[in-house]
């Protein structure tokens, strides 16, 4: 097993401590695929918006393509197809990269991977994909986290070299629980407490309650870092760093929040053996055997 | 029993049918308590937000008076006090006019009562009262509904003459989930679907699943009237109509939502029999005996 320099869950105690990574992989040059401007606010922030990037007709031909799925009983009874905890309603959908042509083809876009490929400075590929739905008047809230916290003990991936692109497929604001992030909590990482138990994935893609960071921490950290939410319209585009504390509410409105997810990963940081005493998370949730740079 | 003007939980058919009663029952003089604009405000939006209208050493007053109520190991075992389902934290303090002694005092405010007295054209008294916590990180959501319809149908409220007062002792801001409300939505009243259980206040405090609106009809109203979100400083109050539609979403940042409520209904206006085949609630959530015009 590689040396872990991100110890998690071994404790009853949460640290925190700097993180020993960098953010930005890339020098900002004028060949970069945006703005030195943007680029500065995600190594600083650990987050940068993109509006509009997709076109109100792709957005459509997204939607139209999630309303097919919702209907596909057979894959409602797939392990990749989560629903909420009380209500059954669709929650998320799983490794939309691999079993599906039209989100296989969007995770290949050169819009968002010549970025992720700047930001992680080099050749990627796809750790996990998933279409989020957060249903209009059933969604639940999604508790504060660390991506890479869960990636790194649960998966076994051993640094900070992935992001999240979040691309808007409805309006998301605060009221139908647009994601909210602690900008400049990336540079830093907090321990979790407590072990992580079998098969922690099933629950935790329902409602997590281990690998979650503890209520002083996230008091501290959210008193010195503050809340940002990312507010924007359907086609936007969300980047953020895979060490970025975030976590939305619940969304009592009507308005569905539906997004897509695509998290890249270097190809110099596959995972390796999970950093607990847990087996590996299945495939669909975490890559590690059909590895291909894209 | 008198006549059932709000027929509701009678059918498997949600309806909407037009208000029978006046929003505002004074005429708008130059010696209202606020400006014509903000009755008339309240008259077509249900609700109003008056800035600022207590001090912040007020407020101040009554953060220190809840942080007492919140160690008070005897009041939390009263019904008064309703914890969270899940974690237990303290959720609502009831019956805060007749039990403390400062809230009982701000109840009397003539900054309130004046502008209760004008709405509901004449003397009030004090149908409800509470603490709404909303604590951070772990506040929990709560569905949209009318008050009236639980009023009319549980305690016996015969007409649409009564309205709630929110004193905001927090910042509230959609991302720790400030009420939102359907503006217009008081004009008309939506009947629910289903039954009214035995004793269903001890469940529907912590979490409403009886006289909750159906889906269908939510969507059509959302789409109506759209959704506003009462975000104000502390110290700010939102009066809102008794039959505006309104709720609130989870709340995992780490400011707490905390508000005062004060529901103040017309002397004529009186509960009588529920409109439901069960007893009345009990008199800390329904003042039925003590009933003194203030």
């Known amino acids: 097993m590689l040396n872990d320099a991100y110890p998690s869950r071994q404790d009853q105690q949460a640290t925190i401590t700097p993180r020993q990574d960098p953010v930005l992989y890339s020098e900002i040059t004028e060949n970069a695929p945006v703005t030195s401007e943007l680029l500065e606010q995600f190594e600083r922030q650990g987050y940068m918006l993109l509006p509009d990037l997709f076109s109100p007709n792709e957005v459509a031909a997204f939607l139209h393509a ?80 660390s991506d890479f916290e869960t990636w790194h003990v649960e998966d076994g991936m051993p640094h900070m070299r992935a992001l999240s692109c979040s691309i808007l497929l409805t309006d998301n604001n605060a009221k139908n629980g647009a994601l909210m992030l602690m900008p400049g909590s990336h540079k830093e990482y907090l321990s979790c407490i407590g072990d992580t138990p079998k098969d922690n994935y099933l629950q935790s893609l329902k409602q997590q309650e281990f690998g979650i960071p503890d209520d002083a921490s996230l008091n501290h950290l959210a008193q010195k870092y503050g809340i940002d939410c990312a507010e924007a319209k359907a086609g936007s585009v969300l980047f953020f760093d895979c060490n970025t504390l975030h976590g939305s509410n619940s969304n009592i409105t009507p308005d569905p929040r539906s997004n897509l997810f695509f998290v890249f990963n270097h190809m110099n940081n596959k995972v390796t053996t999970p950093f607990c005493a847990q087996p590996p998370r299945p495939e669909f949730i975490a890559t590690r055997n059909n590895i291909k740079a894209i």
Do not use: C, M
């Not at 050169?110 to 930001?119: E, L």
């Open 66 to 145: 999630i309303k097919t799925l919702e209907q596909d009983e057979a894959l409602l009874k797939t392990p990749q197809a989560v629903t909420e905890a009380n209500s059954g309603a669709l929650r998320s959908v799983f490794q939309i990269h691999e079993n599906h042509s039209l989100f296989a083809s969007v995770a290949k876009d050169a819009r968002i991977t010549d970025i992720a490929r700047f930001i992680l400075g080099g050749d990627v590929y796809i750790h996990q994909s998933r279409l989020n739905f957060k249903p209009g008047l059933k969604g639940k809230e999604f508790y504060w986290h």
